[in-house]
């Protein structure tokens, strides 16, 4: 069984710009989380995604977006980058079953830093 | 507004004892809790979890007490194992909103020999 994968993981920007980072679900998972853990802090929900569609959003602005493909695989992409946007980025992938996934698998993360 | 919460950054246990990891949280919605484990340069693991409508939950060393009145959960680890070092994240969730986590800062467990 496969493990939820994501990439790149490293990588630098600068602020202004746009970054995709991407993900790949664990086997048989159809529901992808996204994750946003800043620096001594607890992970903050982004948004979810369900069958390609989002499927609830946290506090975050427009410019944080996704995808999901039929596949199960995932995009994150973040416009106009600032740099309170440095974190790291965790992609979770779940089951769902009567529209719950609580227990998530996470990826080791992509380490976004914003200068 | 942090609805989960770890007051405690840090833990120090001997090998061999009882680590207790403590959590409150303040919405009374959350109906499932979760307990994570996350080594440095990975995501976090999951651990254990338990449903409101119960009060405890077991797996091997690992131990989860919920108390719905006080709105605390806390996690066990019996006997400690220096390979338990990691930071221990807390987490919950209600029905409605999907399998959304909501998380607290996490606190570092470090077991020593």
């Known amino acids: 069984e496969t493990g939820v ?39 903050q929900f982004i948004f979810q995604y369900y069958r390609e569609e989002e499927n609830g959003r946290g506090n975050f602005p427009p410019r944080f977006s996704g995808l999901q493909f039929p596949n199960y695989s995932s995009e994150l992409n973040v416009n106009a980058l ?14 769902a079953t009567s529209g719950s996934s609580y227990e998530q698998y996470f990826g080791p993360g992509t380490r976004l830093t914003v200068t | 507004d942090q609805q989960v919460k770890q007051n405690s950054p840090s833990l120090s246990v001997q090998e061999g004892r009882i680590s207790i990891l403590n959590c409150d949280y303040t919405n009374s919605m959350f109906d499932y809790f979760l307990w994570y484990k996350k080594y440095p340069a990975e995501g976090p693991t ?11 939950n077991e797996d091997g060393r690992f131990t989860v007490f919920l108390n719905k009145s006080a709105k605390h959960l806390s996690l066990h680890i019996v006997p400690s194992q220096p390979g338990d070092s990691a930071v221990y994240f807390c987490a919950a969730s209600r ?3 999907l399998g959304r986590l909501y998380f607290g800062r996490g606190t570092q467990l470090t077991v020593w020999p």
């Not at chain 1, 994750?35 to 001594?40: D, E, P, R, S």
């Not at chain 2, 999951?46 to 405890?56: E, P, R, T, V």
Request: glycine share 8%; proline share 3%; charged share 15%.
């Open chain 2, 46 to 56: 999951f651990l254990i979890s338990i449903s409101s409508i119960k009060d405890k």
């Open chain 2, 95 to 97: 029905g409605s909103t």
């Open chain 1, 5 to 43: 994968t994501q990439s790149p993981t490293h990588l630098i920007k600068t602020r202004g710009q746009q970054v995709t980072l991407r993900c790949s679900s664990q086997s048989g998972h159809n529901t992808v989380s996204w994750y946003q853990q800043a620096l001594g802090q607890g992970p």
């Open chain 1, 82 to 95: 600032e740099l309170d946007d440095s974190a790291l980025y965790l992609c979770a992938s779940s089951t």
